[in-house]
């Protein structure tokens, strides 16, 4: 990815390449005494509060969703490790990242709208109702004779 490149997600949002931020870490997990010596994690961190590629809503929403991978400062911290080379975890942490942001620009779900039981199916459920009612009471004490 070059430095003019940015990841356009939708019309409201786009990362530029300038919010994002990459350090290296040890890496738990497979890997053996290579674990050990060589820093291939990648933790990606994301200024969503000052990201100039996204809308308002976009933003609002995309920290709400990170829950506790985002900061006080909203910033988004992604923490990649499943991989034993640091590339592979790199374009896994950027995948992460669009994917979170991608639901985030998803257009909000339609009102709902309410709707009522038709008066057939009241009067079917009522019906059903007292017919339980009245097994259950013949299910009682035989009066005695």
Known sequence: MSAEDSIVISD??????????????????????????????VQLRFDARNAAGLSERVRARVIRLAGQRATKDGVIVIEAGRFRTQEQNRADARQ?????????????????????????????????KAGRGTVKRLRGRVEGE
Do not use: C, M, W
């Open 12 to 41: 409201e949002a786009a990362i530029n390449p300038g919010d994002l931020a990459e350090s290296f870490i040890r890496s738990s997990g497979p890997g053996g005494q290579n674990v050990n010596k060589v820093a291939t994690a």
């Open 96 to 128: 992460r990242l669009t994917a979170l942001i991608a639901k985030a620009a998803e257009p909000p779900p339609p009102p709902r709208k309410k709707t009522r039981p038709s008066k057939g199916a009241v009067e079917r459920r009522l019906k059903e």
